[in-house]
């Protein structure tokens, strides 16, 4: 069975400072990683995934994240926070064999001024 | 405008009544979703359909009921509503099976008397 984990329910950054949010991931056969995020009382939009290739990927707003396979984790990233980065960000996670994509309990990201 | 809409926004119901949440896609995705949100839980799915006429059941399918007649509209009804069922609803497209991140709409506030 898939499933994913983001093991904080809330991270504290000071805005210009490096932010990394935590997810690991389980599933059978390869992976396909994305992230997601939430800004209050709007649906998700879509950050970033990974399906293969580069380990780092690239997505919107100045984010990335990392495929790290050996510790089944796909971090996300970003150099410098801004305030206005301050969401509930999620990890998902679908396998090949599934249709089903599978999100985390997500991570509450608070970027202090 | 293009994209993914749902209706009602928000809903006020009594438990036992017959309640259907809205789904509608302009872009003919083949593949729709419906998610519920909670707090501790994330997203989980309750439904989901490849195509017209094809749906399969998700995480948390109990107590509900979807249709896909047309390719652009996925109506979730919930047939005899329970508290356990207010929660806020997403609905969700994608063009690809495995690879294609999910377009979601705004979301339903369901709140069970």
């Known amino acids: 069975a898939q499933s994913v984990a983001q093991p904080e329910d809330q991270v504290n950054v000071a805005e210009g400072n490096p932010l990394t949010v935590k997810c690991t991931y389980s599933?059978?056969?390869?992976?396909?990683l994305f992230w997601y995020v939430q800004y209050p009382n709007r649906g998700l939009q879509f950050l970033l995934k990974y399906i293969t290739g580069d380990n780092l990927v690239k997505g919107s707003y100045g984010f990335e994240a990392e495929f790290n396979k050996s510790q089944t984790s796909f971090h996300l990233k970003k150099p410098s926070a801004l305030v206005s980065d301050s969401a509930l960000y999620f990890c998902a996670v679908r396998s090949g064999y599934t249709d089903k994509l599978i999100f985390g309990t997500g991570t509450r990201l608070q970027v202090f001024p | 405008d293009a994209g993914i809409t749902q209706s009602p926004r928000y809903k006020i119901t009594e438990t036992g009544r017959q309640v259907t949440l809205m789904c509608h896609q302009t872009?003919?995705?083949?593949?729709m979703f419906w998610y519920r949100q909670d707090l501790g839980h994330g997203l989980r799915l309750i439904y989901y359909?490849?195509?017209?006429?094809?749906?399969d059941k998700g995480e948390v399918p109990d107590g509900y009921v979807v249709s896909r007649s047309k390719t652009e509209n996925f109506p979730l009804t919930l047939e005899s509503a329970t508290r356990s069922q207010t929660s806020v609803y997403f609905c969700?497209?994608?063009?690809?099976?495995?690879?294609?991140?999910?377009?979601f709409g705004e979301g339903s506030r369901l709140t069970v008397l």
């Open positions: 969700a497209s994608s063009e690809d099976r495995v690879i294609g991140e999910l377009f």
């Open positions: 599933v059978s056969g390869n992976p396909y």
């Open positions: 359909s490849a195509a017209a006429d094809i749906t």
């Open positions: 872009w003919s995705h083949s593949y």
